[in-house]
């Protein structure tokens, strides 16, 4: 049995409205409204594609999912025309990234052949997490658990969905739920 008393029924009441409030506050965002910055040390603006499709993906160059970054080059070629930007945001939260923007950058185009925008390297996950995925983690209810994880963001700036490492950005999953986002109000 719990005996509730008053002290602690406020604190339940208070933590419950903090709750709707984080909520509420993450609801009325979207994804445009972040910021971040560059590989290249520049400001890095979602605002800038407003309107177009994201396909957010946390990378890192030492893990063995790291070949995702040939299946996001594929999905940026192939769907850029149609509004799709795909956005690489390094972190070395699970000590497979290294911590140096130029390393990074070099890495991702030399192996990989990257030229889609990827930001500085960020921390995804905890409560030092970069402010977008948190609200992204709010959003969809799917925090980042793992080297690439994906957000795709529609049009309206609001996550469609998660996706897992698992998940390659080619797979038939993924190319259905972004081509479904691009038909969307487009």
């Not at 995702?68 to 799709?84: I, N, P, S």
């Not at 030092?128 to 995925?133: D, E, I, L, R």
């Not at 700036?157 to 479904?180: H, L, Q």
Request: proline share 4%; hydrophobic share 45%; with cysteine.
């Amino acid at each position: 049995m719990v005996i509730v008393n008053r002290r602690t029924a406020s604190a339940w009441i208070a933590s419950a409205l903090a709750c709707s409030v984080t909520t509420a506050r993450a609801a009325d965002v979207r994804a445009f409204d972040f910021d971040f910055m560059s590989l290249e040390g520049e400001p890095m603006p979602l605002s800038q594609w407003k309107g177009k499709v994201l396909l957010v993906a946390n990378t890192a160059s030492f893990c063995g999912f790291t070949g995702q970054y040939a299946d996001l080059v594929d999905v940026w070629r192939a769907y850029e025309q149609a509004g799709l930007v795909v956005i690489g945001a390094p972190s070395n939260d699970f000590r497979q990234e290294s911590e140096d923007a130029k390393e990074i950058k070099s890495f991702c185009e030399l192996t990989y052949g990257v030229e889609f925008p990827m930001t500085e390297p960020v921390h995804v996950t905890g409560d030092q997490a970069h402010p977008f995925f948190k609200w992204a983690a709010l959003q969809s209810g799917r925090g980042v658990t793992w080297n690439f994880n994906k957000y795709l963001i529609g049009r309206d700036g609001n996550v469609i969905t998660w996706m897992s490492s698992a998940t390659r950005p080619t797979s038939a999953r993924a190319r259905r739920e972004i081509e479904a986002a691009l038909a969307a109000g487009a």
